[in-house]
Nanobody
Framework: HVQLVESGGGSVQTGGSLRLSCKTSGYTAGRYCMGWFRQAPGKEREGVASISTDGKPAYADSVKGRFTISKDNAKNILYLHMNSLNPEDTAKYYC???????????????WGQGTQVTVS
């Protein structure tokens, strides 16, 4: 069983930056993929970024060049660095752990509780 706990959300102005963190605990051996998803009110949850076991990142077109996903394997923490934020980025952001190699085929098995990001 894998536990995921997000932190780092908050309110920022347009053009601002935030860094989300996802502390991972539990079984994390073998090949897996981790990612960040977001869900805005009235919209479906969408994939934002993913990173494979090998450290290969993948991004949704809407965040390319603005967001960076990374992970600290020693600390078991997944990060999402978000720059040039705009109101369209307002959503609840979720950390996910699952199978797959990239954002297109990531199948989440475990989810965090989510952290709210609000851009005004």
């Amino acid at each position: 069983h894998v536990q995921l706990v997000e932190s780092g959300g908050g309110s920022v102005q347009t053009g601002g930056s935030l860094r989300l963190s996802c502390k991972t605990s539990g079984y994390t051996a073998g090949r897996y993929c981790m990612g960040w998803f977001r869900q805005a009110p009235g919209k479906e949850r969408e994939g934002v970024a993913s990173i494979s076991t090998d450290g290969k990142p993948a991004y949704a077109d809407s965040v390319k060049g603005r967001f960076t996903i990374s992970k600290d394997n020693a600390k078991n923490i997944l990060y999402l660095h978000m720059n040039s934020l705009n109101p369209e980025d307002t959503a609840k952001y979720y950390c996910a752990w699952g199978v797959g190699e990239n954002l297109a085929n990531l199948e989440p098995i475990y989810w965090g509780q989510g952290t709210q990001v609000t851009v005004s």
